[in-house]
């Protein structure tokens, strides 16, 4: 099983990490970090650098593709590379998915067009303009298509790949592994349970460029 998770500038760094942390665990699988040119890729903060140690080329026919989000997805929706690879690899893949507005990049490749998906909640919308339906999930299957919510949702879409792929046991035991039991002191998490003044000041100073 060979798994590919694209890098680019300015992604963020969870969206990729956190599928890592689970699919890395997966027996039998290979976890790549790919990239139109391999090397240092500077995550959306600044300060931190994830590292695609192959460039698409050397990974044409990966069982499961991921491509997460953040604010360098205006460029990768550009790539023209990025997306002819991903329509190649779409063909043989076992699962194409996204975390965050890592979906755009696949709807930019023309892989979700009639397609049910999910993304980061303020980038909900856009979807549309990719022909696909936005539902707001933390993570959505439609086919061999899985697309996440934003960020920390990558994980829990990760789990659900694993249960896919090698049964709810297997993934319990993951979890477990790297005790994810999150419990998060407030709740907060989602526009729907989030005070208003939060969702308003994210709506007024989003750090997601969408045009």
């Not at 990966?62 to 590379?81: F, S």
């Amino acid at each position: 099983m060979q798994i590919a998770i694209v890098l680019f500038d300015r992604l963020t760094a969870l969206d990729a990490v956190g599928p890592y942390e689970v699919l890395g665990n997966l027996p039998g699988a290979t976890v790549t970090f790919v990239a139109t040119e391999p090397g240092p890729k500077r995550t959306d903060t600044g300060f931190l650098a994830l590292t695609a140690d192959a460039s698409l080329e050397d990974v044409p026919a990966p069982d499961v593709v991921l491509v997460p989000g953040g604010p360098g997805q205006v460029q990768a929706e550009q790539d023209e590379a990025l997306l002819a690879w991903l329509r190649q690899v779409d063909e043989t893949s076992t699962w194409t998915t996204s975390v965050c507005t890592g979906s755009l990049v696949l709807g930019a490749a023309g892989l979700l067009h009639g397609k049910r998906a999910t993304t980061y909640w303020l980038a909900l919308e856009e979807l549309r303009r990719h022909g696909a339906t936005p539902v707001a999930e933390r993570y959505v299957f439609d086919g061999k298509v899985a697309t996440a919510a934003g960020v920390s949702s990558g994980i829990d879409l990760a789990l659900a790949l694993v249960a896919r792929m090698a049964g709810d046991e297997v993934a319990q035991l993951i979890q477990l592994g790297i005790e994810y039991d999150p419990q998060p002191p407030f709740d907060a998490g989602s526009p729907a349970t989030a005070p208003a003044g939060a969702t308003q000041w994210f709506r007024d100073n989003s750090r997601f460029i969408l045009s």
